[in-house]
């Protein structure tokens, strides 16, 4: 069964950094497109960025643009989530996901079928 993890979330101050991981195993990781997507209590789930598995740019949302990037590994099947100058309105739970076809990152929650537990990330100010 393909899972994912994440790991890597925890408490910090506005203006620091965090750095997300998502630790995948299966098959055919290699042509996943990968994405983070956010959930805040009362909140639907948004994306946050995303990247094909090998090629294309990353895709992001306008509210971390600049501030956070995606990256990979696909020799770990690893994807990562880098977090600088959080903000309070950061403060989410944090998951994975990935789909197994297409090479363009697509931002629907409901366009990715494989997901993690997902991570808590909190920001106070």
């Known amino acids: 069964q393909v899972q994912l993890v994440e790991s890597g979330g925890g408490s910090v101050q506005a203006g620091d950094s965090l750095r997300l991981s998502c630790a995948a195993s299966?098959?055919?990781?290699?042509?996943?497109?990968m994405a983070w997507f956010r959930q805040a209590p009362g909140k639907e789930r948004e994306f946050v960025i995303g990247i094909s598995w090998a090629g294309g740019s990353p895709n992001y949302a306008d509210s971390v643009k600049g501030r956070f990037t995606i990256s990979r590994d696909n020799a770990e099947n690893m994807v990562y989530l880098q977090m600088n100058s959080l903000k309070p309105e950061d403060t989410a739970v944090y998951y994975c996901?990935?789909?197994?076809?297409?090479?363009?990152?697509?931002?629907?929650?409901?366009?990715?079928?494989?997901w993690g537990q997902g991570t808590q990330v909190t920001v106070s100010s």
């Open positions: 996901a990935g789909k197994s076809l297409g090479s363009i990152v697509t931002t629907p929650a409901n366009t990715y079928f494989y």
């Open positions: 299966g098959s055919n990781f290699h042509r996943y497109t």
